[in-house]
């Protein structure tokens, strides 16, 4: 019998279509976004242009009434006139989780008509911000006010610990009430 011829099998050669460059393109992309990635999260950032005031107006005197809080949404804060005619800016920010609190004049807690109140762990302050009952480790905390021409003028770059703040372990996001003493008020 005769032997049957073996095919000759052809030479391996490279193929010659456009995914090798895809490939090569798609990894150079990959690589230059890198770059670009690290270099936003490194590069120098150009400081903040500094405010000619932190004092910020945030309403008129005339528009408060005694012991009677109002909120200011925009900045995140109540404000409440005392009978002596001056006026407390109470941070919205419950000092326990961090929650929004809400002025609550209906409430009635331990005797007390119109509280404030953490949502989120029951905490609960009277009408000045004292703490009354919950986990918060203090009172609410405040900022500085400063009337002008009728004008309520509050420093929202400073936030000042309610009174309980821990002296060996302060909170964050607030300066102790010691410190902000030493610090002269801005006009």
């Known amino acids: 019998m005769g032997s049957i011829p073996a095919a000759n099998p052809a030479p391996f050669r490279k193929p010659h279509g456009a995914r090798p460059a895809l490939i090569v393109a798609a990894s150079l992309l990959l690589a230059a976004m890198a770059v670009i990635v690290i270099l936003a999260f490194t590069w120098p950032q150009s400081p903040e242009p500094a405010r000619e005031t932190r004092w910020i107006a945030v309403g008129?005197?005339?528009?408060?009434?005694?012991?009677?809080?109002?909120l200011v949404q925009k900045?995140?804060?109540?404000?409440?006139?005392?009978?002596?005619?001056?006026?407390?800016?109470?941070?919205?920010?419950?000092?326990?989780?961090?929650?929004?609190?809400?002025?609550?004049?209906d409430f009635v807690f331990g005797g007390i008509t119109g509280v404030f109140r953490d949502p989120c762990s029951g905490s609960v302050w009277?009408?000045?911000?004292?703490?009354?009952?919950?986990?918060?480790?203090?009172?609410?905390?405040?900022?500085?006010?400063?009337?002008?021409?009728?004008?309520?003028?509050?420093?929202?770059?400073t936030?000042?610990?309610?009174?309980?703040?821990?002296?060996?372990?302060?909170?964050?996001?607030?300066?102790?009430?010691?410190?902000?003493?030493?610090q002269p008020p801005l006009p």
């Open 126 to 157: 009277n009408s000045f911000a004292g703490r009354l009952f919950g986990p918060a480790p203090r009172n609410m905390d405040t900022y500085p006010v400063m009337i002008t021409r009728g004008q309520v003028l509050v420093d929202t770059a």
């Open 159 to 182: 936030r000042v610990c309610g009174f309980g703040y821990e002296i060996e372990n302060p909170p964050l996001f607030c300066t102790p009430p010691t410190e902000y003493r030493d």
């Open 75 to 105: 900045h995140r804060l109540y404000l409440v006139k005392l009978e002596s005619g001056n006026v407390i800016a109470f941070s919205r920010r419950s000092t326990h989780l961090g929650c929004s609190v809400d002025w609550r004049p």
């Open 60 to 70: 008129a005197m005339e528009e408060l009434t005694v012991n009677e809080p109002v």
